[in-house]
């Protein structure tokens, strides 16, 4: 088994799958990202099919699916606005018993930009407003060292802040 965790895309090329032995990637999603999925085979070689799966609840939620006799699965999943932030799993399967066969896969992640100051992980990395790496530029995130005020709400002000250590003033 494979696993993989990943916050953004990412491609495959040459995996193998064989009876008995799936393989499973991990991908932090969001409420409004959007997944999809692409895995190229040989269908003649083995079925091999491709599932979207919440672990997270219980029962664990199928998500998303493609299994056909063809030589290849897709997946095109957008989280539902109600979709707490957290990880699914991707699902490589071999049905075809006594069977293997190499497959390709890629998987592009997409989610909104991460809005600063709403309180929400709006692009699914873990991280929310002025504590992603996104929002280091936003003017909402940026200490003025000036003002005796905590404009990042980082808990500092001014020149206490780290952000202002190469602030003139301080």
Do not use: K
């Not at 916050?7 to 193998?16: I, M, N, Q």
């Not at 936003?138 to 001014?158: F, T, Y």
Request: glycine content about 8%.
């Amino acid at each position: 088994r494979i696993s993989v965790v990943s916050t953004g895309s990412f491609s495959f090329t040459g995996l193998l799958s064989a009876s008995g032995n799936g393989d499973l990637f991990e991908i932090e999603m969001a409420a409004g990202c959007t997944l999809d999925a692409t895995l190229d085979f040989s269908h003649e070689l083995g079925d091999v099919d491709l599932f979207l799966v919440d672990f997270g609840v219980l029962p664990p939620a199928l998500l998303d699916g493609s299994a056909s006799e063809d030589d290849g699965e897709s997946i095109l999943w957008t989280a539902p606005e109600d979709f707490e932030a957290g990880t699914v799993w991707l699902s490589v399967e071999m049905f075809s018993e006594d069977a293997c066969t190499s497959y390709d896969l890629t998987v592009l992640r997409t989610c909104d930009p991460e809005d600063c100051t709403d309180g929400v992980d709006n692009d699914g990395d873990g991280d929310v407003d002025c504590e992603d790496e996104d929002c280091d530029e936003d003017a909402a995130c940026v200490e003025d060292c000036d003002g005796e005020v905590d404009n990042d709400d980082d808990g500092w002000v001014d020149c206490e802040d780290f952000d202002c250590s190469e602030d003139p003033a301080c």
